[in-house]
Nanobody
Framework: QVHLVESGGGLVQAGGSLRLSCTAS????????MGWFRQAPGKERDYVGA????????DYADSVKGRFTVSRDNAKNTVSLQMNSLKPEDTAVYYC?????????????????WGQGTQVTVSS
């Protein structure tokens, strides 16, 4: 069992930056690939990015590529999402998720454990 808690959301102006963190409790965090997803009001949940168990590989949705960076610290059981050059269309609730496996997947059905989400609002 893995319990995930996100933090770091908030209100930021377009062009600004935010850093989201996700802290995991439970054992063997380093054996899980981690992902970030987001859901805007009235829309489906979308994939944002993911990182492999070791942190050696990352993947991003085209909409955030070059602006967002996923990283992890297995010693601290944390995964982070650094968001730069934020746009109003990035406004959403952001979720971190863990999957039972070491490798990256981009579909939410592959992730077993989810955080409660943190709101990110980007004003124009």
């Amino acid at each position: 069992q893995v319990h995930l808690v996100e933090s770091g959301g908030g209100l930021v102006q377009a062009g600004g930056s935010l850093r989201l963190s996700c802290t995991a409790s439970g054992h063997t965090f380093s054996s899980y690939a981690m992902g970030w997803f987001r859901q805007a009001p009235g829309k489906e949940r979308d994939y944002v990015g993911a990182i492999s168990w070791s942190g050696g590989r990352t993947d991003y949705a085209d909409s955030v590529k070059g602006r967002f960076t996923v990283s992890r610290d297995n010693a601290k059981n944390t995964v982070s999402l650094q968001m730069n050059s934020l746009k109003p269309e990035d406004t959403a609730v952001y979720y971190c998720a863990a999957r039972d496996g070491p490798f990256i997947r981009t579909n939410d059905a592959s992730f077993r454990y989810w955080g409660q989400g943190t709101q990110v609002t980007v004003s124009s």
